[in-house]
């Protein structure tokens, strides 16, 4: 079984804490960062944890955890609503996909409500925060221990 499990944060995460925390809080990506590669030491996952704000860089990344068969965790953010080519490229992925959001999307203005993204993910976490990153990666761990 694969235990790699790649992490890929959309546009403009890279300003958590600084970027309207009262939607998106005060915790930075670097936080996350650490907190999600400690839960996964935890759980025995090799972790790859990235950010971009280019949307043919996610593709690239997304087609890179297809060719080594690795489970994704996307916090898509504003590629989530428009995004063909990421759409696309997570209908290849074989093995578990979470789809992550800060804010609890549903509750969001018109905008911002409707993932595209969820029509082709295992699952989506929405509204925990930073919470929502230690909790995927469980998410994982479990989903890949279901399916071996």
């Not at 929502?132 to 990666?137: K, M």
Request: contains cysteine; glycine residues 6%; charged residues 15%.
């Amino acid at each position: 079984m694969n235990r790699t499990v790649f992490v890929l944060n959309g546009p403009n995460l890279n300003l958590l804490g600084r970027r309207e925390p009262h939607i998106y809080g005060h915790t930075t990506l670097a936080q996350i960062r650490e907190a999600t590669l400690n839960q996964a030491q935890a759980l025995d996952l090799v972790c790859e944890f990235r950010q971009t704000n280019h949307e043919g860089v996610m593709v690239d990344w997304i087609q890179e955890a297809f060719e080594q068969g690795a489970a994704v965790i996307i916090n898509p953010a504003g590629f989530s609503f428009h995004s063909i080519p990421v759409l696309d490229a997570l209908k290849v992925i074989d093995a578990p996909v979470i789809e992550l959001h800060l804010s609890n999307i549903h509750a969001r203005d018109e905008l911002h409500r409707h993932s595209i993204m969820s029509s082709v993910v295992d699952s989506v976490i929405c509204g925990m925060g930073a919470l929502g990153y230690p909790l995927a990666v469980q998410a994982i761990h479990d989903l890949l221990a279901r399916d071996s």
